[in-house]
């Protein structure tokens, strides 16, 4: 998440919680998830969307097999090379 909000604090954009106010301003990446969670919920059935890291702020949000463990690991590998 912190990646996310110092990308576009250098392009002079701005996470705020009152995005939709701000022409200038997105949505923080937790309510961004929150509003995909919503939207998903009725036409996916069964699909879970959630906010996880390897490196949480909060303990719920580690990843909760080890197939999301796996998926982590392998962003965060391809990601470090780009």
């Known amino acids: 998440m912190e ?8 392009v002079r954009v701005e ?7 701000d ?3 997105i949505t923080l990446p937790v309510q961004f998830v929150r509003a995909a969670r919503q939207e998903m919920k009725t ?6 969307v959630g906010l996880i890291s390897l490196s949480p702020l909060y303990n719920r949000n580690f990843p909760k ?3 999301e463990v796996k998926a982590l690991e ?6 470090s090379r780009c």
């Open 43 to 48: 036409p996916v059935k069964g699909a879970q």
């Open 23 to 25: 022409e200038q301003a």
């Open 3 to 10: 990646h996310v909000t110092e990308r576009v604090k250098s």
């Open 65 to 67: 097999t080890e197939a």
């Open 74 to 79: 392998r962003l965060t590998a391809r990601s």
């Open 15 to 21: 996470t705020k919680e009152a995005w939709i106010a």
